[in-house]
């Protein structure tokens, strides 16, 4: 056959697998509002930047007709494409071919450009739209899935790796992501489940709708397995864009640096914390206030609210910040704080990311629920990930700095590297008013006018301990300062650490509190 002639042949192939699950397919999934998994590919990525590989990989499966059964790429497209310029390794699971199930062909594409991105070293990102293991094909799509896991977890600390849900996305499709280090949602557009409605169902009795047990408010309001929600696909993939500037390549490497900017303006940090330890201030403010361009990206902003959580620049270096915030339940630390805070800690020290903890708590949430939940396990996963973060860690306590949490929040004790404090902050074993109860307990019983002397007590614990100074005095923070002093400290600071080193014990890991 004549070189044309193959070239003819070459494009009709082509033709045809691009044409995924077929017209009435691509119809089901545009009236359910979304894209095809080709359309996803091209709007994330640069333009004209995506190469496909594989296009031509086909199912072997015989069983319950399968044979009789053409499953175009086998129901996932793979390559390599840019973002602003930096290199990903991307696949996307094709909804229109059946259902976007995962056999054993469809899960050999996604494991050669996952060992892809390991050895190049650049960014995994994976759209699932998935019905999970591929029922036809037993246990080869569990096999398949089994090693989608193991290289998550091989991957995980070299390579960022982001996983997107666009889709009901069932069973083994969804563990493949809570693997990774970044899980995005579009409302009404994402499911996520271990067992659907039928199941449970069927085994429960229950009725409930996919939106109520799995829907992208679900995780990333309650169970907390999402880590951005958008309104829209195309929003969502905004927002990959930009996590994408934030974060670098790989662990080898920091993340990309911008051209410096001043905080916007309107933003005074001299007057957005109160002065009475009580009121409430959005921490939030406080980091736009420090932060380049007055620029965050928040990272599961919607989940355990009490912590925030993101990315900011300072003079164009990424840090990862990490901030009580006083606006919900005091800024306490509490079992999915505790969480959401270690993680965000270990992704930024894997990624040589410096960590900025702004604090003020009153320390860890009490009650039967907290203690029975298990925060003495989850909380300890703070104190861990502090301490074992190498990556500069700077710490500014803003108010209060009580008890548990003083230490937790990136104290010097955990090897904070710089601290400052604002002369607001009170550092104590507690509050005034709970610790004058205890310690005052029998002159204040005792005492002709107990309100009156117990008021007399609390104001003498405060001139005592419920300031900065006696930690100052013990070396415990570095420095006094005035809190429109912030940003220049902290970029002082990250400069000054820029080839910090620490020794470590030789040991193959350690033994998390997971
Ligand atoms: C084979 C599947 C499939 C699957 C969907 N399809 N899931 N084929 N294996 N797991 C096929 C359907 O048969 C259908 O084919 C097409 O995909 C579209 O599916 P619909 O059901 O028509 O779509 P929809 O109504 O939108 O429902 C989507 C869904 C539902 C919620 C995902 O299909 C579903 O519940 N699927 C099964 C989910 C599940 O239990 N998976 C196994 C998980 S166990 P046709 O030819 O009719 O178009 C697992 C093991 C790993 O993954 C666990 C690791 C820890």
Redesign the pocket.
């Known amino acids: 056959m004549a070189l044309n002639k193959k070239i003819e042949e070459l494009k009709k192939r082509r033709e045809i697998i691009l044409q995924g699950g077929g017209e009435k ?1 691509i119809e089901k999934q545009v009236a359910m509002g979304k894209l095809t998994a080709r359309e996803r590919i091209i709007n994330l990525l640069d333009r004209n930047s995506f190469t496909e590989y594989d296009l031509f990989v086909e199912h072997d499966a015989r069983d319950f007709d399968m044979d009789k059964k053409t499953l175009h790429g086998d129901g996932v497209i793979t390559g390599t494409g840019t973002i602003f310029g930096a290199p990903i390794c991307i696949f996307a699971q094709d909804f229109t071919v ?2 976007g ?1 995962l056999g054993l062909m469809h899960a050999r594409k996604i494991t050669k450009i996952m060992d892809h991105s390991l050895k190049m070293k650049v960014p995994l990102i994976g759209i699932n739209d998935s ?6 094909e037993g246990v080869n799509s ?1 096999s398949g ?1 089994g090693e989608i896991f193991f290289r998550n977890t091989l991957n995980s600390g070299v390579i960022p790796q982001i996983s997107v849900i666009l889709g ?1 996305c ?4 969804v ?1 493949s992501p809570a693997l990774t280090d970044f899980v995005f949602v579009v409302d009404k557009i994402s499911k996520m489940f271990i067992t ?1 409605p ?1 199941v449970i169902k069927t085994v429960l009795g229950e009725d409930i709708s ?1 939106e109520d047990l799995g829907g992208a408010r679900v995780h990333s309001e309650i169970s907390g397995n999402a880590h951005f929600y958008a309104e829209s696909e195309a929003e969502c993939f905004e927002q990959i864009k930009k996590l994408i500037t934030f974060i670098p390549w790989n662990n080898l490497q920091k993340a990309k640096k911008f051209p410096p900017k001043e905080p916007k303006p309107e933003y005074r940090i001299n007057d957005i914390v109160p002065g009475d330890p009580r009121q409430p201030y959005d921490v939030r403010d406080v980091i736009k206030a420090i932060v380049d361009d007055s620029d965050f990206l928040e990272v599961q902003e919607r989940w355990a609210e009490n912590i925030v959580i993101g990315f900011g620049r300072l003079a164009g270096e990424t840090v990862g910040f990490i901030c009580n915030q006083p606006l919900v339940l005091a800024g306490v630390l509490d079992v999915d704080s505790s969480d959401k805070a270690a993680r965000f800690i270990r992704f930024c020290d894997a990624f040589n990311i410096p960590i900025i903890t702004l604090v003020d708590l009153p320390g860890y949430l009490p009650g039967v629920d907290q203690e029975h939940a298990g925060v003495i396990r989850h909380g300890a996963k703070v104190l861990y990930a502090y301490s074992e973060a190498t990556v500069p860690k700077l710490t500014v306590i803003l108010r209060k700095a009580y008890g548990g949490g003083y230490i937790a929040m990136a104290s010097r004790h955990l090897r904070a590297d710089f601290v400052f404090a604002w002369p607001g902050a009170e550092i104590a074993v507690m509050g005034p008013e709970g610790a004058a109860n205890i310690i005052f307990r029998k002159e204040i019983a005792t005492a002709v006018d107990p309100e009156k002397m117990r008021k007399q007590k609390v104001k003498e614990y405060k001139q005592k301990f419920a300031n900065p100074y006696v930690a100052a005095a013990r070396g415990y923070i570095d420095s006094v300062i005035v809190p429109s002093e912030t940003r220049n400290l902290l970029l002082h600071a990250i400069e000054v650490s820029g080839n910090k080193s620490v020794y470590l014990p030789n040991k193959k890991h350690g033994i998390p509190p997971f």
Do not use: F
């Open positions: 397919a059946a259902g199930s019905g999970g293991a591929r029922i036809q569990l899935y009901p069932a069973g083994g499709a563990y659907g039928e996919m």
